[in-house]
């Protein structure tokens, strides 16, 4: 049976750091040995501070340094973000201000090691220091997400894939976003974190998980041993069938869902959460895809009064489909694969999706 611990929290320092070293203790924080190196990811999606919930709160990090450095362990703080250099996240988020009295170890992931993983995806690239970290402490954000629905416990190990590694397996999984909940389950099942602990103390809803998804304070840090079971007891809190999280269902494909779960503390209950308007996904006969995309699914579009035409989205396109002309962004739809990462790593939220005119057209006839 797998244990899910619920606590109500708020920011404030004292009565965080307790929550976490209760979950901590109780999760098997107590296997850490001393000069052992301790494995801490966080959700370092770019440079952004505490207040957007873009980030892994820097207490959340600096109370699980503490809890670390208390059993004789080695804290490491690693991830590999979308936007932005790591060392540029970490002083923005205000994680290194947060830390600056304690022994930690910043390492970005830059290495990786192939991994087997069976069809239909054979072997994925994954960091080789979260493949061989000998425990290893995942604090995701909870957070919307414009393709796949939340950004919680499993998703987070994605992180573990290296820079530009990240938007090829988009381009791989292509628009098929029950793919790509797949790709994430092996991703998290090869990484397989010791504890995962979420905060959802600021959450995100709306559009997010970057600039443009709202932060919302829910009050609840959320943890467990098995991130599959913190994801669905998520779900459940925020009032939604748990398998309607497209990694739930993947996980329950591949027998790694469905046990019973043990709950330790309140489920507070969330009303009228904000998911964010996700593209159903491209269905029917396979000649009418093309027009499908075209046609009826969101696609990325620019505010072109907001756009700094920094390049972060065009270098991350996984597709190549963004250029510029005339000083605008052009984007290629007959190549984007509606991943949205562009929309995810524009730091000024200029991009948004939008549905093409058919597309709203059917949606008013049809209801
Ligand atoms: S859309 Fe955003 S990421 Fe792309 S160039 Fe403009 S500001 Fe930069
Ligand atoms: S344009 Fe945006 S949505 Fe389209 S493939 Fe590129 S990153 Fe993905």
Same mark, same amino acid.
Request: net charge positive; hydrophobic share 40%.
């Given at each position: 049976?797998? !244990?899910? %611990? &619920? *606590?109500?929290?708020?920011?404030?320092?004292?009565p965080?750091?307790?929550?976490?070293?209760?979950?901590?203790?109780v999760?098997?924080?107590?296997?850490? /040995?001393?000069?052992?190196?301790?494995?801490i990811?966080?959700?370092?999606?770019?440079?952004?501070g505490?207040?957007?919930?873009?980030?892994?709160?820097?207490?959340?990090?600096?109370?699980?340094? $503490?809890?670390?450095?208390?059993?004789g362990?080695?804290?490491?703080i690693?991830?590999?973000?979308?936007?932005?250099?790591?060392?540029?996240?970490?002083?923005?988020?205000?994680?290194? #201000?947060?830390?600056?009295?304690?022994d930690?170890?910043?390492?970005?992931f *830059?290495?990786?090691? +192939?991994?087997s993983?069976?069809?239909?995806?054979?072997k %994925?690239e %994954?960091?080789?220091?979260?493949?061989n970290?000998?425990?290893?402490?995942?604090?995701?954000?909870?957070?919307?997400?414009?393709?796949?629905?939340?950004?919680?416990?499993? !998703?987070?190990?994605?992180?573990?894939?290296v820079?530009?590694?990240?938007p090829?397996?988009h381009?791989?999984?292509?628009?098929?976003? #029950?793919?790509?909940? *797949?790709?994430?389950? #092996?991703?998290?099942?090869a990484?397989?974190?010791?504890?995962?602990?979420?905060?959802?103390?600021?959450?995100m809803?709306g559009?997010?998980? =970057?600039?443009?998804?709202v932060?919302?304070?829910?009050?609840?840090?959320?943890?467990?041993?098995?991130?599959?079971?913190?994801?669905?007891?998520?779900?459940?809190?925020?009032?939604?069938?748990?398998?309607?999280?497209?990694?739930?269902?993947?996980?329950?494909?591949?027998?790694?869902?469905?046990?019973?779960?043990?709950?330790?503390?309140?489920?507070?209950?969330?009303?009228?959460?904000?998911?964010? #308007?996700?593209?159903?996904?491209? &269905?029917?006969?396979?000649?009418?895809?093309?027009?499908?995309?075209?046609?009826?699914?969101?696609?990325?579009?620019c505010?072109?009064?907001?756009?700094?035409r920094?390049?972060?989205?065009? *270098?991350?396109?996984?597709?190549?489909?963004? +250029?510029? /002309?005339?000083?605008?962004?052009?984007?290629?739809?007959?190549?984007?694969?509606?991943?949205?990462?562009?929309?995810?790593v524009?730091?000024?939220?200029?991009?948004r999706?939008? $549905?093409?005119?058919?597309?709203?057209?059917?949606?008013?006839?049809? =209801?």
């Open positions: 049976m797998a !244990k899910v %611990i &619920f *606590r109500q929290a708020g920011y404030d320092y004292g965080l750091r307790q929550n976490i070293f209760y979950m901590l203790d999760l098997g924080g107590g296997a850490i /040995k001393k000069d052992q190196s301790v494995l990811k966080p959700n370092l999606l770019g440079p952004a505490p207040e957007t919930a873009m980030v892994t709160h820097p207490m959340v990090i600096r109370a699980t340094v $503490e809890y670390v450095i208390g059993k362990g080695r804290p490491r690693s991830d590999s973000p979308a936007m932005g250099s790591f060392e540029k996240v970490l002083q923005v988020s205000g994680i290194k #201000e947060a830390l600056r009295d304690h930690v170890l910043y390492e970005e *830059r290495e990786s090691e +192939t991994v993983v069976g069809d239909p995806f054979k %994925i %994954i960091a080789s220091d979260a493949l970290a000998p425990f290893m402490i995942n604090l995701p954000k909870l957070k919307s997400h414009t393709q796949m629905m939340l950004t919680l416990g499993v !998703k987070n190990t994605y992180g573990c894939i820079g530009l590694r990240k090829e397996w381009f791989r999984a292509g628009a098929n976003r #029950e793919m790509f909940a *797949r790709l994430l389950v #092996e991703v998290y099942r990484v397989k974190p010791a504890v995962t602990i979420v905060d959802g103390i600021l959450a809803e559009q997010g998980p =970057g600039r443009s998804g932060p919302r304070s829910i009050g609840a840090l959320i943890g467990g041993n098995d991130a599959i079971a913190v994801d669905m007891s998520i779900c459940r809190m925020l009032g939604i069938d748990p398998f309607t999280l497209l990694t739930n269902r993947a996980a329950l494909d591949m027998g790694l869902a469905g046990n019973r779960i043990d709950i330790d503390g309140d489920m507070p209950s969330v009303s009228a959460f904000r998911f964010p #308007e996700i593209t159903p996904v491209v &269905f029917g006969p396979k000649v009418l895809h093309g027009f499908m995309r075209r046609h009826l699914v969101q696609r990325p579009l505010d072109d009064s907001v756009c700094k920094c390049g972060e989205c065009w *270098r991350y396109c996984p597709a190549k489909a963004i +250029t510029v /002309k005339d000083k605008k962004l052009h984007f290629d739809y007959d190549k984007c694969i509606r991943c949205y990462c562009c929309i995810e524009c730091p000024y939220a200029a991009l999706a939008e $549905e093409p005119v058919l597309g709203r057209s059917i949606k008013k006839i049809f =209801g």
